[in-house]
């Protein structure tokens, strides 16, 4: 019954083999074809071919050697990568790391189901002796085929649910992972390669020389075997696991030092805010004594002083105008932020345009100022880093940044408006894909800015439209009627 059954069983095999190679890879990767069932379909139909290439040309002659195992292994492995190659774009890096996890995967649960299969088979053979109702052939018979059956069907199974769970754990784009990171997480899956495959090919040798024929005195040894194939499963699916979980971490340790970051530089906003109205208000008492003076020389009405009184306005004039504050918003917080940024923008780009005219706060707008300027912050710094960019492809271009707030309904909006050089990718969450080089900051302010928006109700929204890039950020500002 198994002989004629094991055909499908195979050909079942490779075709579910072959979609969660096109789970695996479409999980990390981009595909190349913009249509996902065609896509799916050449994967699955490129990898049963590859099988099939492999079975006829390699293990179309019994006996089978060691070699026969060895090449099969190489060839298929190399079918995993060139198939990554061809459907799905990516660094090598990143292909390397896939086709060993496949390859570590896809071979474990297949040695699992062959150490299971050596323990349970050749022990019910042992048992048939012992046991008079097992002395039938043909029970025997049904009874192996059975667990033939059950055995490989339970490593396909098992071979879908770890590609599954790897899936399920995935939680960071590929192209944001560094070096690093990728090195970290080949380590499990290049580990349960090499265990699994110098395990497999000892046995192989062994068995070869003939020295592990006799169950009797070796019986322990297939159970070994399935003890440490399961290990090695473990370890991979679970290294995998830890090591999402450690990168998971060690990015919210970076986004809350760029948090404990911005909350330094309100901070020392705020005090440069205070700074400089105390000294608005130190002026102002000194005018008054100084008006005195004013007085009293316009009263000699001396022509010859008339040069003396002139200058004095200016040098006046010109103490008055760098201390006016230019921005003003209603909010000491987004003021000095603002202006902050603003500073630096003009100090870095000539003859950028900086408008914040229509951003106004008022008693209406129920939101903390830290959230305020946690927002401002992190959009601010996107939008200089956008301008920076267009001036560097065109150093003629003209850049600005704009910024303005209103209401619709009960929602109250941020849009923070910016030249940017036109090109933008976008990741599948809908935000466009930060250019910083440091992977450990990728998209952290957006992710601030949307953490605080979603803390009001609200939640962002970013447009691009040829050269001009739209921040919006939606916010809840009005306390609920009661």
């Known amino acids: 019954m198994y002989e004629t059954l094991e055909p499908f069983i195979e050909t079942a095999a490779y075709l579910i083999h072959g979609y969660c190679l096109y789970m695996l890879l479409g999980g990390f990767r981009r595909q190349r074809i913009d249509k996902d069932k065609l896509t799916c379909t050449l994967t699955i139909l490129t990898w049963f071919a590859a099988n099939l290439a492999i079975r006829y040309f390699v293990f179309s002659k019994p006996p089978f050697t060691l070699c026969d195992s060895l090449m099969s292994f190489l060839l298929r492995t190399a079918a995993i990568y060139i198939i990554g190659l061809c459907f799905y774009k990516g660094r090598q890096l990143t292909h390397l790391f896939l086709t060993l996890l496949f390859a570590a995967l896809l071979y474990v649960c297949s040695q699992i189901g062959v150490g299971v299969r050596l323990f349970l088979v050749d022990g019910l053979e042992k048992l048939s002796w012992h046991i008079e109702a097992l002395h039938n052939v043909t029970l025997i018979k049904l009874l192996v085929d059975g667990i033939y059956l059950l055995i490989d069907l339970s490593a396909v199974a098992m071979f879908y649910f770890s590609v599954k769970i790897i899936g399920k754990h995935h ?33 192989l040798m062994i068995n070869e020389q003939g020295h592990l024929m006799d169950y009797d ?204 050089d036109g090109e933008v990718s976008w990741q599948e969450d809908g935000y466009p894909c930060s250019t910083k080089a440091e992977h450990e900051t990728h998209g952290i302010g957006l992710k601030n800015i949307r953490y605080c928006a979603l803390k009001y109700g609200g939640d962002i929204d970013c447009i691009a439209a040829q050269d001009r890039f739209i921040l919006s950020v939606m916010l809840k500002g009005r306390k609920a009627e009661t």
Request: proline content about 2%; aromatic content about 10%.
């Open 171 to 203: 939680s960071r784009p590929a192209d944001k992972r560094s070096t690093k990171e990728f090195i970290s997480d080949m380590l499990p899956a290049l580990m349960g390669s090499l265990v699994s495959v110098a395990l497999y090919f000892m046995l």
């Open 217 to 420: 005195n070796y019986k322990i040894i297939y159970l070994f075997i399935i003890i440490v194939f399961v290990a090695v499963w473990l370890i991979i699916l679970y290294g995998f696991r830890l090591q999402e979980e450690i990168s998971d971490l060690q990015e919210e340790r970076t986004q809350k030092n760029i948090l404990e970051t911005q909350i330094s530089q309100i901070q020392n906003s705020m005090l440069e805010m205070e700074r400089f109205y105390e000294s608005v208000r130190h002026v102002k008492h000194d005018m008054k004594n100084q008006m005195a003076v004013m007085e009293k020389l316009l009263c000699k009405g001396e022509p010859e002083e008339n040069k003396e009184i002139t200058q004095y306005f200016n040098d006046m004039q010109k103490t008055l105008l760098h201390l006016e504050q230019k921005i003003q918003t209603g909010n000491v917080v987004s003021d000095a932020v603002i202006s902050n940024k603003f500073y630096y923008a003009a100090k870095e780009m000539k003859d950028i345009h900086l408008e914040a005219d229509s951003f106004l706060l008022t008693d209406d707008v129920h939101v903390r100022a830290y959230d305020i300027g946690i927002i401002l912050n992190n959009g601010l710094d996107n939008a200089i880093e956008a301008c920076q960019k267009a001036r560097q492809k065109h150093p003629e271009s003209k850049v600005y940044i704009k910024i303005k707030s209103f209401w619709k309904q009960k929602m109250f909006f941020i849009e923070i408006e910016n030249s940017f």
